[in-house]
C-alpha cells in the first residue's frame, strides 16, 4: 500500500552530513583575501574576524556606558556646589579640593579633643612603652637629618648648665631672639633669615647670652658651623652688592 506525504509548508529538516557541508569561495570584507567559509554568516577571513569581533564589543560597551552617562542623574558637593564627576562605586559627597580641606579640618579638630581630653597623652605614653626600639629609629633618624638642631640643643643645654645662666639671663636671651627676628643675616646682609646664631659657638666657650645671639641666614649658619664669627667674617668672600 503506498504511504501518502503532506506538504506542510515548513523547510525540510536539514540531514546528518550538513555540518560538514563547503561553502563556495568569497572575498573578505575588510582585507579583500578569498578564504573558504565556514557559515553562510562569514564575510570575513580568520585574520580579520577577531579584530571586528573586538571593535564590535568595544562599540556595544562604549554604547552601554553612553546610555548609563545619560541616565544618570548630575550630583553636586555638598560644600562648593561644583558637578561631581561620574565614580566607579560609592560616591563622594565633594570634589577633590574640598574633600582634602574636610578631612584635613577633620583630623585637626580631631587630634584637638583628643588632646584636650588627654586620650593623646595616655596614647603616646603606652606607644613609647611598647615600641622602644622604634622610637629609637626615629629620634636617631631624625637627628641624623638636623644635625644642626640636634647639636644646638644639647650644647645648649649643657652651656646653660655649666654657665649657670640665671632666669633673667633667659629671660633676655628670649626677649632679644624675638627682637631680631626680622633683621637681615648678620654675617651677608641676607633680608631672608632663618636661624639664630652664637657669634661665639658654645662648643668653643660661647654662651647663650642675649649679646652673643646674631641673625642669619641658612646658608650662612651652616657654612660657619662651630667657627667662630670673626673667624667666618675673615674668610667667606665679600657679598656681590658690595664689591
Request: charged share 30%; glycine share 6%; proline share 5%.
Amino acid at each position: 500500500m503506498e504511504q501518502l506525504t503532506f506538504d506542510s509548508g515548513q523547510p525540510a529538516r536539514k540531514g546528518k552530513g550538513y555540518a560538514n557541508r563547503v561553502y563556495k569561495d568569497r572575498p573578505c570584507d575588510d582585507c579583500g583575501v578569498t578564504y573558504t567559509p565556514r557559515s553562510s554568516g562569514q564575510k570575513r577571513c580568520e585574520a580579520c574576524q577577531p579584530a571586528r569581533d573586538e571593535a564590535m564589543a568595544r562599540a556595544s560597551y562604549v554604547r552601554a556606558r553612553e546610555a548609563i552617562r545619560a541616565a544618570r542623574v548630575p550630583k553636586h558637593c555638598a560644600d562648593c556646589g561644583a558637578e561631581l564627576p561620574s565614580y566607579q562605586g560609592m560616591h563622594s559627597k565633594r570634589c577633590e579640593p574640598c574633600r582634602a580641606a574636610y578631612w584635613t579640618a577633620h583630623n585637626r579638630q580631631r587630634n584637638k579633643e583628643r588632646t584636650e581630653s588627654g586620650k593623646r597623652k595616655v596614647y603616646d605614653a603606652r606607644y613609647r612603652e611598647n615600641n622602644p626600639e622604634a622610637i629609637r629609629v626615629s629620634a636617631k633618624r631624625y637627628k641624623q637629618a638636623h644635625p644642626e638642631v640636634d647639636l644646638a640643643a644639647i650644647h645648649r643645654r649643657h652651656q646653660r648648665v655649666a654657665a649657670g645662666l640665671d632666669a633673667l639671663d633667659r629671660m633676655l636671651s628670649a626677649a632679644y631672639r624675638r627682637a631680631i627676628r626680622a633683621d637681615p643675616c648678620f654675617y651677608c646682609g641676607a633680608l631672608v633669615t632663618h636661624h639664630v646664631d652664637h657669634y661665639f659657638p658654645l662648643a668653643k666657650g660661647g654662651t647663650d647670652r642675649w649679646f652673643n645671639l646674631v641673625r642669619t641666614c641658612r646658608r650662612c649658619n651652616q657654612r660657619k658651623g662651630v667657627a667662630r664669627g670673626t673667624a667666618f667674617l675673615l674668610r667667606r668672600p665679600r657679598p656681590h652688592h658690595l664689591t
